[in-house]
């Protein structure tokens, strides 16, 4: 089921890069999208929760992995799950905005090779696609849960590390200090706490305190949720965006959490949503500019339902390739030499 939330998460954000979003002059079907797509803008227009979601199954599933591991196991296991896809995914935006610079113009050599570290937010150089932003809030959020896996991820633990958290997250918001922004992340905290707390919920059963923990996040990510409305409205679309459906849309993503956690959602297990889980990352990687530059040369020729249906296919495709002939293979050999103990 979880995959099946991954995939949901992952369409989510490419509906909303392909169908709503066209911020300044990113207009790659060569108008606003509500105008190319006046049916499907506005529900599109909340796929960006995608995202929230795509943390909230972090927190579910790095819990989870993290389980019976040291912190150098667990680290290593973040290394080889992100760093392949992202590498191929980075270069094959970067030869694809240098051949066709349409929506985009290619970020230098110098500062491609910072991106391949995944550290160009805070060295402050323009990431090669703009939803590598995700990347760093989710490294701070392994970096944190470390800290609790090497003081010994226990139940205890891990539930006095989520209320521990949303407090330091609570703080941060009215504190205004910016280095305390950065380590807490007040906005991204709730879900990877969600999160957490609902695997502890999945491993050892609903106690009352960790259902607690999971509805003060949700309390605090609707508050987000809220802002994120306002600001999606006013600086990213330009057109009113109701509040209420984001809301809705956000306890929809708690409810069936929930359902996953407590084994109510164990009887859809189709074979083909482990396959589709498997491709999500490699699509978030490569669908945005990628995607954007092929709408860009298909619209003109093409009725738009057929290029978006076509450039949905090739993203997919190439989000199968990255992953069955780049991320595979390459976690394969991450795997034997980072396992390799150091020379003494």
């Known amino acids: ?39 499907l803008s506005l529900p599109a227009s909340y796929g960006w929760l995608g995202v929230q979601l795509f943390f909230l199954i972090s927190g579910f599933v790095i819990c989870l992995s993290a389980w019976g591991r040291t912190p150098g196991e667990f680290l290593r296991s973040r290394v080889i799950r992100l760093y392949p896809a992202y590498w191929a995914a980075a270069l094959l935006t970067f030869a694809v905005l240098s051949l066709w610079p349409v929506v985009r113009e290619p970020v230098g050599v110098s500062d491609l090779l910072v991106n391949l570290t995944m550290l160009q937010e805070p060295l402050g150089v323009r990431p090669v696609d703009a939803v590598y932003w995700t990347l760093w809030v989710e490294a701070r959020f392994y970096l944190l849960f470390a800290i609790v896996v090497w003081r010994g991820l226990t139940p205890r633990s891990a539930t006095l590390f989520g209320y521990g958290w949303l407090v330091a997250a609570a703080v941060a918001t009215q504190a205004d200090v910016p280095a305390l922004d950065v380590i807490v992340m007040p906005r991204h905290a709730p879900y990877f706490v969600a999160g957490i707390a609902l695997f502890l919920v999945h491993r050892g059963g609903g106690h009352v305190t960790l259902w607690a ?60 949503l482990t396959v589709a889980g498997t491709l999500t990352y490699p699509l978030y990687l490569v669908h945005e500019y990628a995607g954007w530059t092929l709408i860009a040369a298909l619209h003109p020729h093409l009725p738009r339902y057929a290029t978006l249906a076509i450039v949905v296919a090739v993203v997919t495709a190439a989000a199968w390739l990255l992953h069955r002939y780049v991320e595979r293979p390459a976690a394969q050999l991450l795997r034997r030499h980072l396992t390799r103990p150091l020379p003494r």
């Open 213 to 272: 923990l999971c509805g003060a996040a949700f309390l605090m990510a609707q508050h987000d949720v809220a802002g994120q409305v306002v600001h999606v409205s006013r600086d990213v679309l330009g057109r009113p965006l109701p509040v209420a459906p984001a809301l809705l849309l956000l306890a929809a993503i708690f409810a069936i959490m929930a359902l996953v956690a407590t084994g109510r959602a164990d009887r859809i297990r189709w074979r083909w």
């Open 1 to 39: 089921m979880l995959d099946g939330l991954r995939l949901v998460a992952a369409l989510m954000v490419v509906a909303y890069h392909f169908i709503a979003y066209d911020r300044g002059t990113v207009l790659p079907w060569g108008a606003g999208a509500e105008r190319v797509f006046p049916w």
